[in-house]
């Protein structure tokens, strides 16, 4: 089995955002691998263990002076291959996707492209299925359980209420991975040292006929969230903080 | 003017509210809308009252599930037809998994998560939060992009005005040939709450909760006030409750009416995941917890006191 999985660098969670001329200042700030990308890479080593023989490929779009880092975490987890699309750092979701895309074919074919559900970042929740219909393949996002046979994907999606689907796909397809899919291993002492030595093979973004002109989407005026009014602490017993919470969300807030 | 399509979703046959209020954000009178899976009369007939010119309707047996595959198949037949050039959704979980790929479809951009949004003659243009709600940008869909997505975070818009237009309902017939993917089986969540991405009203339980047992504290305050109850993420991690009740940066991102937050610290990434809500109140026994900086009320005391005789209050305030 070939398998593909897509992954993002993104800031570190503890990051305080500050702004730049244009966009956010990223001097300073701590890159990781997308949270949900590490539920990815997992499920990628798992079948490959399950379908031995199997490659797992992992792909990353952005600077490749950073984003070689995400990859090289990968191929110490256990990915046998990493490939890097050097781009700038504000590349849109469509581009990304279509990017991706273009890769895939140029390295693939794959049965099984696995990516996170969705980026910490900016939260878009779309590159998964984006890549998918570039690709002309079935999705399932934010899945949370899935065993593989030769031909399929049986898998298991949160939707709405806690409420879970089970779905079938037939192979070739796109699952974005959510949280409680697998646990991540570590990367061991061996497998960082072999990872060291393989080479990342580089793409730019113009040998796949795109560039950030394609981009659908541009983002402008970003603000820090404007600082909520100081609390309001209510004193008294607890039957008397009660009433007066009761009281104010009725009255002042007018949210109950 | 360019028109607007919205997909609609239902629930209990009542068009959902994340639904309704897209129909705040579309100024003009060239509104229509998709509704899959069914041919409810009455359904149709809100939409009606909200300013749908007209409803597209698909419906067969393999829409009575969610399914990518098919969805897509049926919006896209829908939109081709109208030839609305903005699209508009509310986040749901169904939403979220087929706008993308409809945009890439039509070779159209696509942005979800959108906090506010304004549709002109010409431009669609808005604004979301970014890196968590960390900050906020405006967003704009460059030049030559003709057919354009986006999905609203449900309560950001006003209800819409009654507009009482003249509808016409029109079936689409769709082939659902050679799906790639097949719904096996929904299993249902055994929470009759609404979905916390969705609900106005969020009671999250942190680590001061003490155990499991003791959620049953905050469903008994969440019921009066038709709350949807949510967690930290020690609180899943520890097993106490279900990844899906995870609020915060690696969980899911809320801005309800009002958000209580109970025996949670606050830490940064539990509150980039609710910071934006409209009205924070954080119950905790220690001053000093950071919740208490994002709060609009606060409560310093011991939670096993509080929240049974605010669930006595909530209750009586509810039943005058
Ligand atoms: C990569 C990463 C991602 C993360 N993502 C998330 C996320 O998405 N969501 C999230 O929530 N966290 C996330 N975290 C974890 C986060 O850092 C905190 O550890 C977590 O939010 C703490 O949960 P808590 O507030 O319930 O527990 P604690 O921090 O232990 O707080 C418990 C609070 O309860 C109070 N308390 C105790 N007893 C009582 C009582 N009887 N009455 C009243 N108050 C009481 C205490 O004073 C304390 O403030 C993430 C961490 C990392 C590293």
Redesign the pocket.
């Known amino acids: 089995m070939n398998i593909l999985v897509c992954l993002k660098q993104v800031p570190d969670?503890e990051t305080k955002i500050k702004l730049g001329r244009n966009e956010i200042d990223t001097n300073g700030i701590k890159w990781i691998m997308n949270?949900y990308d590490e539920f990815a890479v997992e499920e990628a080593l798992k079948i490959k263990t399950q379908f031995p023989g199997s490659t797992v490929t992992a792909l990353s779009l952005g600077p490749k002076v950073r984003v070689t880092e995400a990859l090289r975490t990968a191929l110490a987890m256990g990915a046998d291959k990493a490939v890097v699309i050097d781009a700038e750092e504000t590349l849109d979701n469509f581009v990304t996707a279509k990017a991706l895309a273009a890769a895939a074919l140029k390295i693939g074919p794959f049965e099984i492209i696995l990516a996170g559900k969705s980026a910490i970042d900016d939260n878009s929740f779309c590159v998964g299925q984006m890549l998918a219909e570039f690709l002309g393949v079935p999705h399932a996002t934010s899945i949370s359980k899935a065993t593989y046979e030769g031909d399929r994907a049986l898998v298991e999606r949160e939707i709405e209420g806690g409420a879970r689907e089970v779905l079938e796909l037939e192979l070739p397809c796109l699952l974005t991975a959510n949280r409680g899919l697998n646990t991540p291993r570590y990367a061991s002492l061996p497998g960082i040292m072999r990872a060291k030595k393989i080479a990342i093979e580089e793409i730019s973004l113009s040998a796949l006929g795109l560039s950030g002109a394609d981009q659908k989407i541009k983002y402008m005026d970003y603000q820090l969230p404007a600082d909520r009014p100081s609390v309001k602490m209510i004193q008294g017993d607890s039957g008397q903080q009660a009433k007066e919470l009761a009281r104010l969300l009725r009255e002042e807030a007018k949210v109950i | 003017m360019a028109t607007v399509i919205i997909f609609a979703e239902f629930i209990d046959n009542k068009i959902k509210k994340g639904t309704l209020e897209l129909f705040t954000a579309v100024k003009n009178d060239s509104v229509e809308a998709i509704l899959l899976g069914t041919d409810s009369a009455e359904l149709v007939q809100e939409l009606s009252r909200v300013g749908a010119k007209k409803v597209y309707l698909v419906k067969d047996p393999v829409l009575k599930n969610y399914n990518s595959a098919a969805y897509a198949a049926a919006a896209t037949e829908a939109i081709k037809k109208s030839g609305a050039t903005v699209v508009l959704g509310s986040g749901s979980m169904m939403a979220k998994d087929h706008f993308p790929r409809l945009a890439a479809r039509f070779d159209g951009g696509f942005v979800g998560d959108c906090t506010d949004i304004q549709i002109s003659e010409e431009h669609v243009t808005g604004k979301r939060p970014l890196y968590s709600g960390k900050c906020t940008a405006n967003f704009a869909f460059t030049d030559k992009v003709r057919m354009k997505f986006i999905l609203m975070r449900p309560n950001q818009l006003p209800a819409p005005q009654i507009k009482k237009v003249p509808t016409t309902a029109e079936t689409l017939p769709v082939s659902f040939e050679g799906l790639k993917v097949r719904v096996k089986e929904v299993i249902q969540g055994t929470s009759s709450q609404a979905d916390l991405t969705e609900a106005a009203v969020i009671i999250a339980g942190?680590?001061?909760m003490?155990g499991p047992e003791n959620f049953k504290l905050l469903d008994a305050l969440a019921k009066p006030i038709h709350a949807t109850v949510g967690a930290?993420?020690?609180?899943v991690d520890a097993g106490w409750t279900a990844h899906s009740t995870?609020?915060?940066?690696?969980?899911k991102i809320v801005a309800p009416n009002l958000y209580i937050a109970?025996?949670?610290?606050?830490?940064?990434?539990?509150l980039a995941?609710m910071s934006s809500s409209k009205v924070i109140v954080a119950?905790?026994?220690?001053p000093e917890?950071p919740?208490f900086k994002k709060a609009t009320y606060g409560v310093v005391?011991?939670?096993?006191e509080i929240i049974p005789k605010l669930t006595e209050e909530f209750t009586a305030l509810v039943s005058h």
Do not use: Y
């Open positions: 969670t949270p | 942190g680590r001061g003490k930290s993420r020690a609180v995870q609020v915060g940066q690696t969980g109970v025996g949670i610290s606050g830490a940064i990434q539990h995941g119950i905790n026994k220690d917890a919740i005391g011991d939670l096993f």
